[in-house]
């Protein structure tokens, strides 16, 4: 199962406790998926990396469900934040936390690597890699290709890829990052030719999940939709079958702070919430919502009439849940429903599902 953003901050400890809220919802999601083989956390675990208090209360919340299986983790940019950014920066912080492995050993904010289950193989990347050149390093790409084709040869059937800065979501970053935007054409060039399955992503706090995408160079976001055929399963789930492209997925947030969806509102919106998308326009905008088969926002919309974010108090919370038997891939999104500092009864409701079948 994946779970993303608890992004526990401390001076919310005592009023809007996001490790709180973070725990309960790895609790329903182990609860739903009780044979969960392990947990993929898509990063911004904490607030401030440097903060310790974070960690130790992230930690204390958690730790008996984190105990209970393998816990992956893709370093989110607040995994790399500092409280003074005048300050000299402090890289390490995620891995002193986190026991991953570092490969090439390269620690930036986090560190990138890969594994297997069974016939999955599962590429953790690190979007804070690179300071310069964009959100991933040339090494990092170099060694991405690598070791997908090296899983391929020996008889990966699957292919899922994680990280925290999306490509693609319903909200303001995926479009707004520049270090995201420098290398969305080389990252999604890669993520086609390596025939990546899915693409798990964190950092936009919104429900989002893409038709299957191929590259492209002829638009601005480097996606096209592949036209791919659609069958129902026996389990009355509609699967896309022997897909090309790569379904990205982003199950909103398991902490309180809520964005918009981003790209739902009207132009006047998008150019004026926030700076740096000016260059949409309407045309654009309807072609990136087509990439999208499922989305938005979960929250109420009136803490959004005039910001693409709201003042960290949602209780809906999310997560997905991944099952690979055989040939077949079926994806199932949650939202966690209920006032949990107020000791209203959690409930959890499916919301959303679709699968991947392949000959």
Do not use: C
């Not at 069974?118 to 991405?144: C, F, I, P, S």
């Not at 800065?165 to 890669?190: C, I, N, T, W």
């Not at 005039?306 to 809906?316: C, K, P």
């Amino acid at each position: 199962m994946q779970y993303t953003d608890t992004q526990n901050a401390f001076w919310n400890e005592h009023t809007r406790n996001e490790a709180a809220f973070g725990a309960d919802t790895l609790k329903q999601a182990l609860d739903t998926a009780d044979e969960a083989a392990f947990v993929l956390h898509t990063g911004d675990l904490v607030e401030t990396e440097e903060v310790e208090d974070e960690w130790v209360d992230l930690f204390e919340k958690s730790e008996e469900h984190w105990l209970q299986q393998p816990l992956a983790v893709a370093a989110g940019n607040h995994d790399d934040n500092v409280l003074n950014h005048g300050d000299m920066p402090v890289y390490g912080k995620f891995n002193e936390h986190i026991n991953v492995p570092v490969t090439n050993d390269h620690i930036s904010g986090g560190s990138y690597y890969s594994f297997d289950y069974n016939k999955v193989h599962v590429v953790v990347a690190n979007t804070n890699d690179n300071r310069e050149y964009g959100a991933l390093g040339e090494q990092q790409l170099a060694w991405m290709e690598e070791d997908i084709r090296k899983a391929r040869e020996n008889g990966a059937e699957w292919i899922v890829l994680a990280y925290h800065k999306p490509l693609f979501s319903k909200s303001y970053h995926s479009l707004g990052d520049k270090d995201v935007q420098a290398v969305r054409e080389d990252f999604m060039r890669l993520i086609d030719d390596l025939d990546v399955d899915l693409a798990l992503q964190g950092h936009d706090h919104v429900l989002s999940r893409t038709k299957p995408l191929t590259f492209t160079e002829e638009n601005d976001f480097n996606a096209e939709v592949e036209q791919t055929e659609v069958v129902l399963g026996d389990d009355n789930v509609e699967y896309y079958k022997n897909p090309e492209g790569t379904v990205f997925v982003l199950p909103n947030t398991a902490g309180t702070k809520a964005y918009a969806d981003y790209y739902g509102r009207s132009l006047d919106f998008i150019h004026e919430a926030r700076s740096g998308l000016e260059w949409l326009d309407q045309q654009q905008v309807d072609y990136y919502n087509n990439l999208f088969a499922f989305g938005g926002q979960p929250q109420k919309d009136s803490v959004f009439a005039d910001s693409y974010s709201n003042n960290r108090d949602s209780a809906v919370q999310s997560f997905a849940v991944y099952t690979v038997d055989g040939n077949r891939l079926e994806v199932e999104m949650y939202q966690v429903y209920g006032e949990l500092l107020e000791g209203e009864e959690r409930v959890v409701e499916k919301i959303h599902e679709f699968g991947i079948i392949k000959d």
